[in-house]
């Protein structure tokens, strides 16, 4: 199964190094990684390209119009997996995260949406906090009601 790695960033590439090295890094082969920008300057696709790897990173320039919304809409559409993981452009991933994800994907066939744990982190790689324990595999109809409660505890 295909995977597409989405980085979405804007006007920023502070934290990109860190972003690729988790993305280039995982143990896990049939996967790319597409980069959206809609900056009004070439810095982060002068970044993107001095990564080399052509044949795993895509990048698509868009009107700096594009709010986030539209901007993820666009990237689904470009994408080229089957599964899409949006990575914020100062996340990073731990190199198994796309075996553990697809071992999910083929254990649960009918998911629309896997949840993973992540770690909040400072720039100095100190733990700041760990997200709460949640079911891995919710239907697409659980996910959106959860988004919708008032006190939002399910994603913190």
Not at 77 to 96: I, M, N, P, T, Y
């Amino acid at each position: 199964m295909k995977v597409t790695i989405a980085i979405p960033p804007h006007n920023r590439t502070t934290y990109l190094d860190k972003v690729f090295t988790g993305a280039l890094s995982q143990r896990y082969d049939d996967y790319e990684i597409l980069v959206s920008d809609s900056s009004s300057n070439d810095e982060v696709q002068e970044k993107v390209r001095s990564y080399g790897h052509e044949d795993r990173i895509r990048f698509i320039q868009y009107s700096p119009s594009l709010n986030q919304p539209q901007k993820f809409n666009e990237m689904i559409k470009e994408a080229r997996g089957e599964w899409v993981v949006f990575l914020g452009d100062d996340d990073s991933l731990d190199s198994d995260f796309l075996p553990v994800l697809m071992g999910h994907a083929s254990r649960e066939p009918r998911a629309a949406i896997i949840l993973c744990r992540f770690r909040a982190i400072n720039e100095h790689g100190k733990l700041l906090r760990l997200d709460a324990v949640h079911k891995k595999v919710i239907s697409s109809a659980e996910f959106l009601s959860h988004l919708f409660l008032p006190s939002k505890d399910f994603l913190k």
